[in-house]
């Protein structure tokens, strides 16, 4: 069992700049691939992007791609999500998750576990 925990949102103006952290408890963080995916109001979860469990490979969306960075800590069991230049549209629920696969995977149904979310918010 792995447990979740985001934190680092909050109202940031366009252009502006977060860190999200997602601090995990529980056994063999460093096994998981870990995510980060976002829910925006009337929309449906979407993937922002991913980190092997070794933290020397990740993939993003495109539609984040060259604004944000992933990267993890697994002495301190701790992954992040880098964001900058965000824009209107990047407002949503932001989540992590982890997952038992031996590679970097997007859908959310191959994520077994997820924290309850933090809720960034950019005013345009």
């Known amino acids: 069992q792995v447990q979740l925990v985001e934190s680092g949102g909050g109202l940031v103006q366009a252009g502006g700049s977060l860190r999200l952290s997602c601090a995990a408890s529980?056994?063999?963080?460093?096994?998981?691939?870990m995510g980060w995916f976002r829910q925006a109001p009337g929309k449906e979860r979407e993937f922002v992007g991913s980190?092997?469990?070794?933290?020397?490979?990740?993939y993003y969306a495109d539609s984040v791609k060259g604004r944000i960075t992933i990267s993890r800590d697994n002495a301190k069991n701790m992954v992040y999500l880098q964001m900058d230049n965000l824009k209107a549209e990047d407002t949503a629920v932001y989540y992590c998750?982890?997952?038992?696969?031996?590679?970097?995977?997007?859908?959310?149904?191959?994520?077994?576990?997820w924290g309850p979310g933090t809720q960034v918010t950019v005013s345009s």
């Open positions: 980190i092997s469990w070794s933290g020397d490979s990740t």
């Open positions: 529980g056994r063999s963080f460093s096994n998981y691939v």
């Open positions: 998750a982890a997952s038992s696969s031996v590679r970097i995977t997007t859908p959310g149904r191959r994520y077994e576990y």
